[in-house]
């Protein structure tokens, strides 16, 4: 029996890569009569090779993760699985051109936290500004994550962003134009993505039916084209356990006066007031804050509000 993982589908066929090659595989029966969502980008499946290379999947291995995003069910939305077995976002900003946008930044990293997928950030353009690591460090060291340097055009920090794709699924999030497409490249030249591409621009979450790729690195690990973790979005996140997805503000949660505190203007709140005397970034309440804004609506005024 051999195992491999999903890249697409197309139509009623998978393409999926077995390490060695890439087959396109059919469902075997008894799994087609399922759910349509049953097999997505980044499934592992077993498959049954056939002598005349045409292959079957007959089974899908437990996920590690699910991305889903939101799909308009009959009476609620439900979650519709855009990609399984995604083990990294990695949120790719750039020191200039454009600038680091922090609300855009620490909304994929809730996004993540609350996908329960770990998330490491990487600055690229590095040599357009080289003191921009370190600022972007400082606001995210607090709540533990790593700031990846690195510049296609110096080649620096290829090494370490080879190694951090290596052997892992990961998503690439971040705004156009920050250098996904060269860093991937830079990686995997065989990979011949476009750059300067502007077709992401209009990734406004419109146009729900694109589903996701799955695309090997020849460096080691996968790499998803999501539709965008924006269209995952924020859907579906407690405004309760929105906090919890900032860790810094961890050791003050449970030392506010009150204890159902949301952190907005609640007299006594020990987040507000680690916030104000600098224990981490000030500016990371006011996302947490904004972020809260957006997920406390109901679902149908959000709806609205994204014109859908
Ligand atoms: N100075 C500098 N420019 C870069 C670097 N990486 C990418 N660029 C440029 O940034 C622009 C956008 O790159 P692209 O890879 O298409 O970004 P994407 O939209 O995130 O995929 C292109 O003009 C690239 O040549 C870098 O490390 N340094
Ligand atoms: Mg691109
Ligand atoms: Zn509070």
């Known amino acids: 029996m051999t195992t ?21 595989a059919v469902l075997r029966g008894k799994l087609k009569h399922r759910d349509d969502d049953r097999v997505v980008a980044g499934d592992v499946v077993e498959l049954e090779l056939h002598a005349d290379g045409r292959a079957t999947i007959s089974a899908v291995r437990p996920r590690r993760s699910v991305l889903a995003r939101r799909a308009a069910g009959e009476r609620s939305p439900r979650a519709q699985p855009i990609a399984a077995n995604v083990d990294q976002v990695v949120v790719v900003a750039s020191a200039r051109s454009p600038e680091p ?22 600055l690229n353009k590095i040599d357009l500004d080289r003191s921009a690591r370190d600022a972007l460090q400082r606001r ?54 476009r750059i300067g591409e502007i077709s992401e621009k209009w990734d406004t979450g419109k146009h729900t039916t694109r589903a ?17 973790l924006r269209e995952v979005g924020t859907w579906g996140i407690d405004p309760e356990r929105l906090a919890v997805y900032f860790a810094e503000f961890q050791p003050f949660l449970d030392q506010c006066r009150f204890d159902n ?25 006011v996302s947490y804050q904004r972020i809260y804004e957006e997920v406390s609506v109901p679902s149908w005024s959000s709806d609205r509000r994204r014109g859908r």
């Open 140 to 193: 995210y060291g607090p709540a533990g994550y790593h700031v990846l340097g690195t510049s296609v055009t110096q080649a620096e920090g290829l090494v370490a962003l080879r190694d951090l794709l290596r052997g892992r699924e990961s998503v690439l999030a971040g705004q156009s134009g920050v250098g996904k497409s060269s860093l991937l490249n830079a990686l995997d030249p065989g990979l011949n993505l």
């Open 4 to 24: 491999g993982v999903v890249l697409a589908r197309i139509g009623s066929t998978y393409r999926v890569h077995t390490g060695a090659v890439e087959v396109t």
């Open 101 to 122: 946008s922090p609300r855009m930044l620490d909304r994929f990293l809730v996004i993540a936290a609350a996908n329960r997928i770990p998330a490491v950030l990487v």
């Open 212 to 228: 996701a790729l799955v695309v090997p690195v020849a460096t080691g690990g996968y790499v998803v084209d999501t539709p965008g």
């Open 261 to 285: 505190c949301r952190h907005l203007a609640e007299p006594g709140c020990a987040v507000r007031q680690a916030a104000e005397r600098g224990a981490f970034d000030p500016d990371r309440l």
